[in-house]
């Protein structure tokens, strides 16, 4: 594990020097008249709705239904998990929270599909204890101590200790994407799973379905999570798949003084349309969507070590919910930016292989006018709306809401130079 661990550090220090990395450069310039957006999650739906707001047309295209994949859960939490670290995560996770919240307050202030209630991130451990208190030392007005400012709460867990967010919410994602694809020059195809990505001529890509339908645009932007790598142009990116089962329970008498989110090792929602949401398992590189009774009862063990009267009032309601696979890369940072010809630059810089310092100037081939927004992890709802803006600002050549160091970090071409870095460490 150190060896691992002293890898990645190796890592990031090489990356800290980016600006004379010819592979995060960025493609040539290419006139933008058409987009087609691969998945129909946040991600996509959030990609889509940036274009459109800039007067491009775009064609969304999803495999089966908008909302079905691992963005389709009843409730998702809106916080900021994070520590007093100064990593590329934190940073990322520190500017897409308000930014999310600023788009909520601002595009759907009076929509019924997310509320502001308030969120308390439980000390539930004495290493969580330690790592939240080296966070509330630095002075924030996204959190707080919590000293009881929820009643409701206060009364269900008299003795708790944690992290306050007054602005933390829950979201429901299917209505949230509804209501960001509901523009005139968004063009939603459901049922229409891609099969091949094509580079025509023209500065035009082709986008064949299973279907036999082919769609062209000048960008093609890939943000169908866990099935990002699966094209021939992107199956360098390695991605590893997390299953995730969430569980849902009606209110009952019991639940319903619930105003405010809970987060611990398990999370649950105040209700909504009566119904709460809590969980969630995580088990790594499955990728099998069936409802299991087994992680049901995981859920409600670990909801029953916060509240367990809650608990036990859930446990005798049938079982209910949903399992979705979510899409993480090695370093764990979303995967957002223009896409590389991976075979082409094993070749260019395959030097590195042997010494990571080599310096190289060889310009770096791209898929041009091909880009990713994937890899969210479980904090996609937060990081994939910033990084949809992010993207957008970057292919019509405005100036980016990022630092240039995290654009770097999150650049699709750092995986396939890390796999030439540490291919025999």
Request: glycine letters at 6%; one cysteine or more.
């Amino acid at each position: 594990m150190a060896a691992v661990a002293n890898a990645g550090i190796a890592y990031w220090q090489t990356m800290s020097a980016a600006a004379s990395k010819p592979w995060l450069a960025m493609p040539n310039k290419r006139p933008v008249n058409h987009v087609i957006v691969i998945g129909g999650g946040i991600a996509g739906a959030f990609t889509a709705h940036v274009f459109a707001q800039h007067g491009i047309a775009v064609t969304l295209l999803e495999q089966d239904t908008i909302a079905s994949g691992a963005s389709g859960n009843h409730q998702g939490l809106l916080y900021a998990k994070i520590s007093a670290a100064d990593t590329p995560q934190n940073q990322l996770l520190q500017l897409a929270y308000p930014f999310v919240l600023q788009h909520l307050q601002a595009e759907f202030a009076k929509a019924e599909f997310w509320h502001s209630c308030g969120l308390l991130q439980q000390a539930f451990s004495p290493q969580e204890a330690q790592r939240q208190h080296k966070l509330l030392q630095r002075a924030s007005a996204d959190f707080d101590a919590w000293q009881g400012q929820n009643p409701d709460l206060q009364r269900l867990l008299p003795d708790a200790t944690g992290v306050w967010w007054p602005q933390g919410a829950w979201v429901s994602p299917p209505l949230w994407i509804q209501a960001l694809l509901q523009h005139p020059l968004i063009h939603v195809h459901e049922h229409s799973p891609v099969t091949a990505l094509q580079a025509a001529q023209a500065d035009i890509w082709h986008v064949h379905t299973a279907h036999g339908e082919v769609h062209s645009a000048s960008h093609v932007i890939v943000c169908n999570g866990a099935a990002a790598d699966t094209f021939a142009q992107t199956q360098h990116l390695q991605l590893r798949r997390i299953r995730g089962q969430v569980a849902y329970a009606a209110s009952d008498a019991c639940s319903s003084a619930l105003s405010a989110a809970i987060s611990a090792a398990h999370y649950l929602t105040p209700a909504f349309a009566g119904k709460h949401t809590f969980g969630a398992s995580f088990v790594f590189g499955d990728d099998n969507t069936a409802f299991r009774i087994s992680e049901h009862q995981h859920n409600l063990h670990g909801l029953a070590e916060i509240l367990p009267d809650i608990a036990a009032g859930f446990a005798t309601q049938a079982p209910q919910g949903r399992a979705s696979v979510r899409a993480d890369s090695i370093d764990h940072l979303p995967v957002v930016g223009p896409v590389g010809q991976a075979e082409a630059m094993r070749q260019l810089y395959a030097k590195l292989a042997l010494d990571k310092n080599y310096r190289l100037q060889a310009a770096c081939p791209y898929w041009e006018g091909l880009w990713l927004n994937c890899a969210h992890g479980t904090r996609g709802m937060l990081t994939a709306p910033l990084s949809a803006y992010h993207l957008a600002k970057q292919i019509l050549e405005q100036k980016s809401v990022l630092p240039q160091t995290l654009q770097h970090c999150l650049h699709p071409n750092r995986l396939l130079i890390r796999q030439l870095i540490y291919a025999n460490a």
